[in-house]
């Protein structure tokens, strides 16, 4: 039985992390475990341009150094926020390719207006950002999606099946080149669609979609702290995720969708989506990678896939797991001022944390 490994350090390709108190409060966790992250753009107001991007990303280094500096984060502590835009119907092709080249931004995100949390400003209608869209596919710069379209008459459990039929499908006919991620991948829909195209179509995977279906979130009551979007599936669905998060195919990998929300606002009587993963992700994700039998495909999905799309270097640092006889435990939330975000809860006992990053 294996009870110990050591895995190229791992990123998180989709990450919020806020501003302010709860940037400084959450980063610690993230920054223990990842050694780079894409960073959401959905802070209100969004980061949309090449200069938010850069003021974002000082402040997230500073959020990190003080960490360090009072002891939350270990001394050798390295994390780089690889930033990203959010596209606007009025976005500029100019300074999002400009902010590329710069090597100030890895990937553009799109959300369809209204899709979730902070997505008021996202795009309204495709064609209005096709020009920036065909600029982006010739300077080589990823497309990061939120896959659900918003329309009223459309189930919640549908909605990213229709955006891959009506968005997704065609974008990819009408720009071949484009460098696309279909973000949170929920459905056997989503999963089959990246299998069936070239490996410029690449899609990430949560943890809490790979480990949880929507009966966690509604059967006995309801769970606010699961509610995320997309939304939880059907057993069916999830099964068809792990598989493709265990087969090593390359366009599958880790995208936390961390994203804090204090528990008040989640446990209202409407709650705002979003599941706080940072602290377990990686031990829910060797958990669930040992009872599948597959540990040796973990450091593809965690530390290889991710920037083997992205076109970057992997990690030159190690990350050590180890099984131990009693489950692990975390703390139940982190406090952010006066309130507390609540931290994922795999609803099963995990035996594997991380003992080293080095
Ligand atoms: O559950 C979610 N929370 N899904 C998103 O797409 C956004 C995120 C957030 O920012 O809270
Ligand atoms: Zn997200």
């Known amino acids: 039985m294996t009870n110990r490994i050591e895995i190229v350090q791992p990123d998180d390709w989709h990450l919020h992390l806020r501003d302010g108190d709860m940037l400084s409060s959450v980063v610690g966790a993230s920054a223990q475990h990842f050694r780079r992250a894409i960073i959401m753009p959905n802070l209100v107001p969004p980061v949309v341009t090449q200069a938010d991007a850069q003021n974002y990303a000082s402040r997230i280094e500073a959020a990190t150094k003080q960490a360090i500096d009072s002891n939350m984060l270990h001394a050798d502590t390295r994390f780089t926020p690889l930033m990203t835009l959010y596209l606007t119907d009025e976005s500029d092709a100019t300074d999002i390719v400009s902010a590329s080249k710069a090597g100030v931004i890895k990937a553009v995100k799109l959300y369809p207006a209204g899709a979730t949390t902070n997505s008021a400003s996202g795009v309204t209608d495709i064609d209005k ?11 080589n710069i990823v497309l990061c999606m939120h896959g659900e379209i918003t329309r009223s008459d459309v189930d919640i459990f549908d909605r990213e099946k ?6 997704l499908a065609p974008l990819r006919e009408r720009l071949p080149e484009l460098r696309i991620v279909l973000e949170h991948v929920t459905t056997a829909d989503g999963v089959e669609f990246v299998q069936s195209q070239a490996s410029n179509t690449a899609a990430t995977m949560t943890p809490h979609h790979l480990l949880l279906n929507r009966n966690n979130m509604l059967v006995g009551g309801i769970r606010p702290h699961y509610y995320c ?11 068809v995720l792990l598989d493709a998060a265990l087969s090593g195919d390359k366009r599958f990998f880790l995208g936390t969708d961390s994203a804090p929300h204090t528990a008040n606002t989640k446990e209202a009587p409407c709650g705002c989506a979003g599941v706080f993963n940072a602290p377990n992700t990686m031990s829910t994700l060797a958990q669930l990678f040992d009872d599948a ?3 040796s ?24 797991l180890e099984k131990s006889e009693q489950p692990v435990s975390f703390p139940e939330s982190i406090q952010v001022g006066a309130e507390k975000v609540v931290v994922f809860d795999p609803a099963q006992p995990l035996f594997w944390r991380v003992v080293e990053v080095a």
């Open 129 to 139: 950002v096709m020009p920036v869209l065909e600029a982006m596919a010739e300077h």
């Open 162 to 167: 229709g955006f891959i039929d009506e968005v």
């Open 229 to 239: 979007l997309p939304i939880l599936k059907r057993e069916e669905h999830r099964q």
């Open 293 to 295: 039998d597959a540990l």
């Open 297 to 320: 495909m973990l450091e593809g999905f965690t530390s290889r896939n991710g920037p083997n799309f992205y076109q970057l270097p992997i990690n030159d640092s190690t990350m050590t």
